[in-house]
């Protein structure tokens, strides 16, 4: 039982360039989500899903859009990177009537 | 929407000495307060969650009191550890709705 786990685990993109930050999960669970961690700043919620098929924003989505195919698996993706979505990307996933998130060990973004 | 406030953002103790944390949240709906603790260059992991229903709840050295009223919750940790050294966040919500954390409080446990 892996829990939730993140691919991959640092990157380097250039500005414009394109990637797809991959996050799993084997618990079963009905929800998940995407953030950002930025120093000073806490965890700010980007994107969520409480469903296969199901997306939704939080509050900082622009410049991300997300999918959610399988129910075990939440893809975030960066159309066109810029330097100001250089952060810690950290998903987590919760059962349905639980509230509580268990997260991944975090991606490492840096944009140049 | 919720807003949850955490003070203080620094917290400097001597070991053994005790540690609280507190947060306030905004909307009255919310009935569910985890806090997390992050090690650095970790994930957040779940220390300690608070419901409503109750006004304290005890772990061994670590415990989390609400009072819903005045729409605060703390979290407390006794005869502190270096280990306990991390960065703490709470956070609250309503039913299985999206949590909303605070900004987080550096913990310093020095020996």
């Known amino acids: 039982n892996a829990g939730v786990t993140q691919t991959p685990k640092f990157r380097v993109l250039k500005t414009g360039q394109s990637m797809t930050l991959l996050c799993a999960q084997d618990?079963?669970?009905?929800?998940m989500y995407w953030y950002r961690q930025d120093p000073g700043m806490g965890l700010r919620l980007i994107h969520y899903?409480?469903?296969?098929?199901?997306?939704a924003k939080g509050e900082v989505p622009d410049g991300y859009n997300v999918s959610r195919l399988k129910k075990q698996n939440f893809l975030l993706g960066l159309e066109s990177a810029a330097p100001s979505q250089t952060s810690v990307y950290f998903c987590?996933?919760?059962?349905?009537?639980?509230?509580?998130?268990?997260f991944g060990p975090g991606t490492r973004l840096l944009v140049l | 929407g919720e807003n949850v406030e955490q003070h203080p953002s620094t917290l400097s103790v001597q070991e053994g000495d005790s540690a609280v944390i507190k947060c306030t949240y905004s909307?009255?709906?919310?009935?569910?307060f985890p806090w997390y603790k992050q090690e650095l260059g970790k994930r957040p992991q779940l220390i300690i969650d608070?419901?409503?229903?109750?006004g304290e709840k005890k772990d061994q050295r670590i415990a989390v009191t609400l009072n819903k009223t005045a729409k605060h919750f703390s979290l407390h940790i006794t005869e502190t550890q270096p280990e306990d050294s991390a960065v703490y966040f709470c956070?609250?919500?309503?039913?299985?709705?999206?949590?909303?954390f605070g900004t987080g409080t550096r913990l310093q446990v020095f020996p």
């Open positions: 987590a996933s919760s059962g349905a009537g639980t509230g509580t998130q268990y």
């Open positions: 618990m079963n669970h009905e929800y």
């Open positions: 899903s409480v469903g296969e098929g199901t997306t």
């Open positions: 909307d009255s709906a919310s009935n569910y």
């Open positions: 608070i419901r409503s229903n109750v």
């Open positions: 956070a609250a919500s309503k039913g299985t709705d999206k949590l909303i």
